[in-house]
């Protein structure tokens, strides 16, 4: 990754150092050499990297000139002491290298004891460098993270709503591959970027039916999507630079599902306050547990993932900066995370699904799992969305079977069946299943043009009641329609 960060290319068999006064050489192959020659005299302002100067190979000696001017320059202002030499611990004696390379070369070289060297491993302190983006990359996990977006937007998103109105019969590893192939050519959704600066950082995970594994490893396994509890997740990368997103989407929730949803959405906005510079990365886990505690859900808090998240940059998952219970390394300005929050294994009673119409597939369900997950960025006023695909409740809910239940006295019910009757002259959109519309529609035929047409408006209303909710509570909401948004630019 240091090369990517350097470079913009990994440099296989290269040895690279950097000295305390910003002198930056490179031993490598006389075409890597030639490669990198035009950047010689040319380093950026204020950079840390002030000199670059390039050591081609030599098979003659083995290359034991070179080794001892990368010696000469580490020691540069040691006056002859010990010198201690940073490595990556994952990169050093990597046992795959074929003898003869020049990295196993210059091993054995620090190795000595004439070379009066000290490895020490630097793993950490490169990460935590490589952790704070400038300006430049930045930008570039802006663009990531609005093509990951995008996909979910205008790929994901149509795609599930027609298997769901249509009632398409596809494997969850088949949806993945449609929205992989989407990453891969973002054209499909009328993106325009170069093929060459995208790819996926992992075949996406959509799950449903009861089996969810939240895990970054987790795979779609080859049984056909339920319409039930679905969840999604995909990461993309524009021009080597990492971004994630994940949502869930409910069809036809029970009560019990809907507000274990709002709860983890409250944990999400609590956690998010706790990503400001100078907060130690494990606030981020316990706001979440704080929030539960607070909100009487301590039941919750053993289906919270131990890792809420990790830096994302040149590498999709940083290990040694994660948010979990532990970590100690605090938020700074410019680091970029990937906030994922979720509960698992949450079991659903009998008597919640038994207010569930018969038709539904939720009537099988058992257990389920939610999750979110956005790219977030840390500024000096905080934390701040990179991915902002909606997450609302009135945002992944759908219903295509009415429940069977009554609101009886529930005033939010009375409020929304009497915003639903405003609506009858003045719709405000939103999401509506083509299927509930024609099973109402093809219930009224038989009953004549007026009949119809009042069933069609009665049933339109009860199909908004829970986004209405939404509305009741929170007096507004975003009008908008995902699957006639047009796709833009990366901007």
Not at 26 to 55: D, H, I, Q, W, Y
Request: hydrophobic share 35%; aromatic share 6%.
């Amino acid at each position: 990754m240091v090369h990517h960060y350097l470079f913009g290319y990994e440099l296989p068999d290269t040895v690279l150092t950097l000295g305390k006064g910003g002198q930056c050489t490179v031993l490598a192959t006389k075409k890597k050499c030639e490669f990198l020659e035009p950047a010689v005299g040319r380093a950026p302002k204020n950079g840390s990297v002030t000199n670059l100067k390039l050591l081609v190979r030599n098979k003659g000696d083995e290359n034991a000139e070179n080794y001892e001017k990368l010696l000469k320059a580490a020691r540069e202002g040691e006056n002859g002491a010990n010198v201690k030499v940073g490595v990556l611990t994952k990169e050093f004696k990597n046992s795959g290298r074929k003898e003869g390379s020049i990295i196993i070369g210059w091993e054995k070289k620090l190795e000595e004891s004439s070379s009066k060297i000290e490895v020490v491993d630097v793993t950490a302190g490169i990460s935590l460098i490589m952790a704070i983006k400038d300006e430049v990359e930045l930008d570039l996990m802006k663009k990531s993270s609005v093509l990951s977006n995008k996909v979910l937007k205008h790929g994901f998103i149509p795609r599930i709503e027609e298997v769901i109105d249509s009632s398409l019969k596809v494997t969850h590893e088949a949806l993945a591959a449609e929205i992989d192939a989407i990453i891969e050519d973002p054209s499909k959704i009328n993106l325009k970027v170069q093929k060459d600066f995208v790819q996926s950082c992992y075949f996406p995970i959509v799950q449903s039916g009861g089996e969810y594994d939240f895990k970054v490893s987790a795979q779609s396994n080859s049984g056909d999507v339920k319409y039930d509890v679905i969840t999604v997740s995909l990461g993309a990368r524009y021009q080597m630079y990492c971004s994630n997103i994940a949502r869930t989407i409910l069809v036809d929730p029970p009560k019990h599902v809907k507000e274990t949803y709002e709860t983890l959405l409250g944990v999400y906005q609590s956690c998010l306050k706790a990503m400001a510079p100078g907060y130690p990365l494990k606030a981020v886990y316990g706001a979440a547990v704080k929030y539960l505690r607070s909100e009487d859900k301590e039941d919750l808090i053993a289906s919270l993932p131990k890792t809420m998240g990790f830096s994302v940059g040149l590498d999709f998952r940083d290990p040694l900066l994660v948010l979990n219970a532990k970590s100690t390394v605090v938020f700074r300005e410019g680091m970029v995370f990937n906030l994922a929050l979720s509960f698992a294994g949450i079991k659903l009673s009998e008597s919640a699904r038994s207010l569930v119409n018969s038709k539904s597939a939720v009537k099988e369900l058992s257990k389920y799992g939610l999750v979110i997950a956005d790219m977030v960025s840390i500024t000096s006023n905080g934390g701040e969305f990179m991915t902002k695909y909606g997450k609302a409740l009135t945002d992944i809910s759908y219903t295509i079977n009415d429940e069977d239940e009554d609101d009886g006295g529930d005033e939010d019910g009375k409020l929304a069946r009497k915003i639903a009757q405003e609506e009858e002259a003045n719709p405000t959109g939103g999401r509506r299943s083509g299927r509930l519309a024609a099973n109402s529609s093809s219930a009224a035929d038989a009953e004549g043009a007026a009949e119809r047409e009042r069933r069609q408006i009665q049933l339109m209303a009860r199909r908004n009641e829970e986004r209405l909710r939404e509305l009741a509570r929170n007096s507004g909401k975003k009008n908008r329609d995902e699957k006639t948004a047009k796709a833009e630019e990366l901007d």
